[in-house]
């Protein structure tokens, strides 16, 4: 009789632990931790962290809200001249399309959003190297022409 008691209890035991773990808890006002953590009023963030995180992994979900830097490498594609973005830099200080300090410390910054406008920049300096390149290759052309190796 005491084994099929401690059978059942376990029984028991075993499909609370199953019920709970599959359950979604949920914070109407999100969560919270460490102190001096806020989630601002009106926002629809979830969770707030004092401190930082540690993580061997992140994977940010875009779901279709980030579009990928790959329309630098259309055709169509209208790279900024490098006179342009230079004065564009003296006078931002920072690089276009990219968020300045000021920004960034107000508003934060989005991962994904991020992610794309670096990988943007970089594609962007891609075609300026490969431009570069070409015109290099025709100055070292055209000086062959007129200063042959003897």
Same mark, same amino acid.
């Given at each position: ?11 028991? !035991? ?11 808890? @949920?914070?109407?006002? @999100? ?11 009106? &926002? /629809? $963030? #979830?969770?707030?962290?004092? @401190?930082?995180?540690?993580?061997? *992994?992140? +994977? ?14 259309? *055709?169509? $594609? ?5 006179? =342009?973005? %230079?004065? $564009?830099?003296?006078?931002? =200080? ?6 300045? /300090? &000021?920004?960034?410390? *107000? %508003?934060?910054?989005? !991962?994904? %959003?991020?992610?794309?406008?670096? !990988?943007? =920049? ?11 390149? *070409? =015109?290099?290759?025709?100055? %070292?052309? #055209?000086?062959? +022409?007129? $200063?042959?190796?003897?």
């Amino acid at each position: 009789m005491k084994k099929v008691f401690y059978l059942i209890i376990l029984i028991g !035991l075993y499909f609370v632990q199953k019920t709970n773990a599959q359950a979604p808890v @949920g914070f109407p006002d @999100g969560i919270t931790v460490g102190t001096g953590a806020s989630i601002p009023a009106g &926002s /629809t $963030y #979830k969770m707030a962290i004092a @401190g930082g995180i540690i993580t061997e *992994k992140v +994977r940010v979900a875009t779901n279709g809200t980030v579009f990928w830097a790959d329309f630098v490498f259309d *055709k169509n $594609y209208a790279l900024r001249p490098l006179s =342009k973005l %230079e004065n $564009y830099i003296k006078i931002n =200080k920072h690089l276009p399309e990219m968020p300045s /300090t &000021s920004d960034v410390n *107000k %508003e934060g910054i989005d !991962l994904a %959003e991020t992610q794309a406008l670096l !990988l943007q =920049k970089v594609e962007e300096l891609t075609l300026y190297v490969i431009e570069q390149n *070409k =015109k290099i290759e025709r100055l %070292e052309r #055209k000086s062959k +022409r007129f $200063y042959p190796k003897k």
